[in-house]
């Protein structure tokens, strides 16, 4: 599975022709979804998966997340297709372009897979920094001067938050083995380590956990370590933004869920790393409900309706218990819903050839298709029901007042109410305002369809109705979170 | 071998207290390339006496690239961008020297607070560790060029790989070589990035990249 997207990255980044190039790279992505796809049934059905004599490990919680990682990437490679043909016929993409977006796609892909699949918390980490390293060119596929800042920020804040991760990783490390509970080698073996957490020195472990939040927290947007998110996701192509957006951040948050176990068992009780969890969840929302009042740019926008809604899942994980569930619930309901955002404002984008929303004007006359996808999506981002986020947000203020955390409930419903205003405040008039520019009327094709159609169906459906089998895998999943799965 | 471990650790801290008060890029490439070898020693003098040939070997590798390598790498940078020096950086030097003094306070005081289990004479090796970190950290946040930055990038990494090396002893070699080869690439790729910023803009200062905001 991580090696399958390395050779189709490869031969795609050697093919002759730009769109072969991108096809290429689209089936091997979908090859390894559905290899993908059946391990995590396998583990669905019959429980944990080990490989590589137990340092790659599927579980139940690497499990759910993978199932949404092989969703979101599918439906992006798929749009890459569409996406970058249209600038092919336009001649904004040249093969060279397109073969380095193939290669680094299909090589994020590995790595992210790797993020999920490493038992090895310092193998989680190295991976999680080559994620870094590998979108780096992304978001300067299209050479500007805004995309070069863009990424030399995300670059440069990327990697010192990643280095304080390591140096968490570093600390919890030497907690095992100041506790004497582990042997050197198996230290940050995570199997290994959550066993026998509560031998590990709880001094050393909250230190670990301290660096460990701030260092993850900066890959997953969390305010105030938010600063390089917004120009990454407004600056690089919106293939790629939906990836960042619907996925890479909720990998980084994974980091955080995989050592909440060890890290509650070693201090003797969960309250010291939630209540961090809950500070850093509440501030990363208000934050972007303050932001999002004076955007202009539909991209950065939803660039900030991305730290509100991680902020939203680090709130969940620290309510606890019911909150753990609808924390992980939401993740899937925030890739759908981000990835569709992202998709639609990106070709939106493509036609009116800008994302400013001064200009961007009655785009459901423009593009009923591409029109009807951003106004799903945007629904179901600000929290309107019927739609699954509406039914994670709203339990996430349940799972609050259950916790007795009247304070968090308050502030969070103050900061879904800003961003729910202050989005239709923006968008209300991108959608059905009189538009004086020569913009023509666009079709769409069948395959653009179904990518508008399956994750706007899939955010009613999951908003009505959850079926069985996903309550037990997310339950499952958090009681990984809660408990280290015993 | 204490003395030895003693002596490398303090060449360590004065290579740390040159980096905040050099404003040439070029020593400081070379100063990092020493610390590099100084970390690379330390890791063998610690286990001389067991001689464990899969450290030896890693040391070695780290040795060549932080030596070698990087300075290759960062050279080439400073001849196409053709800077020399980091000129009126945010904080002055003399500033910086005080700033350097009281961060060695803190990462004493902060290593007397972590209670880690270490071997008789390495009591120096964590407080240099945590140093080097904070000369990293500090050259990123202080400096203007985006060299420099990268220069931090490299200096933390040290640190943090020092600290590791002490704080946690074993770590599987595949573990080592990954954290090697992920530092390997996000120097290369900021190379990278530099050559694109300079051909783009002809300058490499971070603070003039502002053209995002809100």
Known sequence: ?486 | METYIEASVILLLLTDIALFGTSRLYTCITIAAVQGVLLGLIALFANAETFIPRIIVIASIGIVIKAFVFPYLLKRTIRQAGVQREIQPFIGYLSSLVVSLVLFGVSIWFSAKLPLALGAGRSMIIPAAIMTMFTGLFLIVARRKALTQCIGYIVCENGMYLFGMVAVGEIPALVELGILLDAVAAVTVMGVAMYHINREFDHIDTDRLSSLKG
């Open chain 1, 1 to 486: 599975m991580l090696i399958l997207p390395l050779c189709t990255g490869a031969v795609a980044a050697t093919m002759p022709a730009a769109r072969k190039a991108l096809a290429v790279m689209c089936t091997g992505i979908l090859l390894t979804a559905g290899f993908g796809w059946w391990s995590v049934v396998h583990v669905v059905c019959h429980g944990t998966l080990f490989a590589a004599s137990d340092w790659l490990f599927l579980d139940a919680l690497s499990a759910y997340n993978l199932a949404i990682m092989l969703l979101v990437f599918s439906l992006c490679a798929c749009y890459a297709y569409v996406y970058f043909s249209c600038e092919l016929r336009r001649g904004q993409l040249t093969l060279r372009q397109a073969r380095l977006f193939t290669a680094l796609f299909s090589g994020s892909f590995s790595t992210m897979a790797l993020v999920l699949i490493a038992n090895n918390l310092s193998i989680m980490w190295v991976s999680l920094e080559a994620t870094t390293l590998v979108t780096t060119f992304l978001i300067y596929l299209h050479s500007s001067r805004q995309s070069l800042e863009a990424m030399w920020k995300y670059l440069i804040i990327c990697s010192v938050g990643m280095a304080f991760a390591f140096m968490g990783t570093l600390l919890a490390a030497a907690a095992a083995v100041k506790g004497g509970s582990v042997e050197g080698a198996q230290a940050l073996l995570w199997t290994h380590l959550v066993g026998r957490a509560s031998l590990c020195d709880p001094m050393l472990m909250k230190a670990a956990f301290i660096f460990l939040l701030i260092g993850y927290g900066t890959k997953a947007g969390l305010a105030p370590m938010h600063n390089w998110l917004p120009d990454a996701h407004s600056q690089a192509p919106a293939p790629v933004s939906a990836l960042f957006s619907g996925f890479m951040l909720s990998a980084s948050l994974y980091c955080i869920m995989r050592y909440l176990p060890i890290v509650s068992s070693a201090i003797g009780s969960p309250r010291w790393a939630t209540n961090l969890l809950i500070l850093f969840g509440i501030v990363s929302l208000l934050v972007a409900a303050a932001f999002i009042i004076f955007q202009h740019d539909v991209k950065r926008l939803f660039a900030y309706s991305s730290v509100e809604h991680m902020g939203i899942i680090a709130l969940g994980l620290g309510l606890g218990n019911a909150g753990v569930f609808t924390a992980l619930f939401h993740t899937l309901n925030h890739s759908l819903g981000k990835t569709l955002a992202f998709f639609s404002a990106g070709r939106l984008g493509q036609i009116f050839k800008t994302t400013d929303m001064g200009q961007m004007r009655g785009v459901m006359r423009i593009s009923r298709v591409w029109g009807f996808g951003l106004f799903i999506s945007v629904l179901a981002l600000i929290g309107a029901a019927p739609f699954s986020i509406f039914m994670s947000e709203f339990q996430t203020v349940k799972a609050a007042l259950d916790a007795g955390n009247v304070t968090a409930a308050v502030l969070f419903l103050f900061g879904a109410g800003i961003v729910f205003m202050g989005v239709l405040a923006h968008l209300i008039p991108v959608f059905w305002a009189r538009n004086e520019s020569d913009v023509s009327l666009v079709t769409t094709g069948l395959l653009e369809k179904f990518l508008v159609f399956f994750p706007g169906v899939l955010l009613l459906f999951l908003g009505i109705w959850m079926p069985d089998f996903l309550h037990g895998a997310i339950d499952r999943a958090a009681a990984i979170i809660l408990s280290g799965g015993n």
